[in-house]
């Protein structure tokens, strides 16, 4: 399998309805899947050039270790969304859960997965996450899974990053480059908050390999991210009303890629 290569790339986020086990599970898988499978349909309509799935409903998270029942679904809804022709695809199981992950991707014959705590040690909603980063790379390896990519988060939103504030982020990139990450991703404090535009381009003159925006892209200032990022992923801009946990919204999908032009 060839791997997935970022050229200026807007990644559509799918967040799916919420697994079974998780206190939000309302008792349907078939509906689940399908779902998901849809927002796939209507975002390879509107020319979205690739996709990624998360469990952001599975409210509170666990730390690192999910159950099998969210592995096996996940690794199903990816397996169904990567059968849509033409359609690059990943995947990231919250919270931290890198392994299910590179599993799921592995075994839908995906492109790509997003892991936080790669590197260094953070303090998250669901506490410490140290990283993992030899880990998951001997296990790729181990699986027989080079070709699937991994993008790493750096000083990733909804966690407090004091135990590293003498880390810089540039730092933190080049530990993730040195680290063999395929490519970070830099977010803004939260879900739907933009980054850094000068963080952004000081860590892209810095590291060799791509750099991601994971948050708070929108029509307004799309042009001048993708000036100095590899690839967008794009969640909550893409939904009703700008809301992560909305429906996909075709006009603001189409707002969005017309001002690319």
């Known amino acids: 399998m060839k791997k997935f290569e970022l050229q200026k790339t807007i990644i559509g986020m799918i967040h799916v309805d919420p697994l079974p086990g ?16 849809q927002e796939a349909k209507l ?14 409903h599975d409210v509170p998270y666990l730390n690192r270790n999910v159950g099998s029942e969210i592995t096996s ?44 705590g790669f590197v260094f040690a953070h303090v998250a ?14 296990y790729r390896k181990q699986i027989g899974a080079d070709d699937i990519l991994i993008f790493t988060d750096i000083k990733k939103k909804h966690s407090s990053h004091q135990i590293t504030a003498d880390v810089d982020i540039v730092d933190t990139a080049k530990a993730a480059q040195f680290f063999l990450s395929d490519g ?35 029509s307004e200032n799309v042009k001048s991210y993708l000036e100095y990022c590899d690839a967008l992923i794009i969640g909550s801009y893409f939904k009703k009303d700008g809301k992560w946990f909305n429906p996909v919204d075709k006009d603001r999908v189409l707002d969005f890629l017309k001002k690319l032009n």
Not at 22 to 37: E, F, H, N, R, W
Not at 194 to 199: A, I, V
């Open 22 to 37: 998780t206190p939000k599970y309302a008792g349907s898988v078939k509906l689940i899947i399908d779902k998901a499978i």
């Open 43 to 56: 975002y390879q309509y509107l020319g979205i050039e690739a996709l990624m799935i998360e469990n952001m």
């Open 73 to 116: 679904i996940m690794s199903v809804i990816l397996y169904e969304i990567k059968k849509l022709a033409g359609i690059n695809c990943g995947i990231q199981i919250l919270a931290g859960a890198n392994i299910d992950a590179l599993a799921a991707a592995n075994s839908a014959g995906a492109d790509f997965i997003r892991a936080e």
């Open 125 to 138: 909603d669901e506490g410490i996450i140290n990283s993992d980063a030899g880990e998951l790379l001997r």
């Open 184 to 218: 970070v991703i830099i977010t803004g404090n939260s879900t739907g908050e933009k980054p850094s535009l000068d963080e952004i381009k000081c860590v892209k003159e810095k590291i060799d390999i791509p750099v991601l925006a994971g948050s708070g892209i929108t």
